[in-house]
């Protein structure tokens, strides 16, 4: 599983050939969803694998969409010329909102070169938010095209270390096979509520049970008000991270 960093486009000049994603926060384990399936043949007994596990899948990327619960980081190296990167979120997770675009740590009093002064004013360093929907991210300082393109409006003049961070929320993408463990340590209950009840609707199963559906429907809201919640307390440990090294 990469991690969520950014990187260079690849035909772009001077393409560096290693950079590092260094992040803060915990480092993200994943589970894999079949770690969810006991839970629902309890219930759900003799359903298929593939069917059980299409509709744990649906349920995570409802959850994730709705209680925006996978915070990332990425910090990346700026590459003098380049003004498209990409936001590399792995085979299992993908964008679903952009926080915003940290370009310096102006209340730490740190100074800053002219590579920020050149590209962000004379201030060299500040924050640009973007908490809405990704298809209308488009700021002074940078513009968000789905579904992971990040193009810096003014183009860098010199390479910088770390010189910008994203702040980002992540869903499992379509074809994810595991997911955070996070969600699973802290809502398992709530995912397999999410899934029975929409399995329990398919009445060409034994198990279907429309009025258990809606109990379990019950359920599932109640736990994803719950991590919304959570979410706005942080778990008092801020966003979420992932770390690794990658080559262009």
Known sequence: MSCG??????????PVE?????????????VPLTDFLPQVRVVA??????????WIGATLIEFARNTKILRRIAVISVQAGVRDYYIEAGDSEQV????????????????FDNLRSYMFGRNGCGYQG??????????HIYKFEPPNKIVL??????DKE??????????????A???????????????????????????????????????????????ENQAKIDVVSEFKQGFQSTQNTWRV
Do not use: M, W
Not at 45 to 54: H, T
Not at 130 to 139: F, G, L, T, Y
Not at 185 to 210: C, H, M, P, W
């Open 130 to 139: 973007c908490n809405i929907p990704i298809q209308r991210c488009d700021n």
């Open 177 to 223: 096979c595991e997911v955070d463990k996070l969600i699973f340590d802290r809502y398992q209950s709530t995912i397999v509520a999410g899934a029975l009840a929409n399995l329990l609707l398919f009445r060409k199963y034994e198990f279907a049970d429309t009025q258990l559906a809606s109990v379990f429907e019950r359920k599932y809201k109640i736990g």
């Open 153 to 158: 409006k003014k183009t860098p003049v010199v």
């Open 5 to 14: 960093c950014l990187k260079p486009k690849c035909n772009s000049p001077a």
């Open 96 to 111: 679903h909102l952009v926080h915003g675009l940290d370009y310096g740590n102006c209340h730490r009093g740190e100074s």
């Open 18 to 30: 290693y950079s590092v994603c260094s992040n803060d926060g915990r480092d993200v384990e994943f």
């Open 45 to 54: 007994q003799g359903v298929p694998d593939d069917v059980a596990l299409e």
């Open 162 to 175: 770390a010189g910008f961070r994203i702040d980002y929320i992540a869903i499992p993408t379509q074809s």
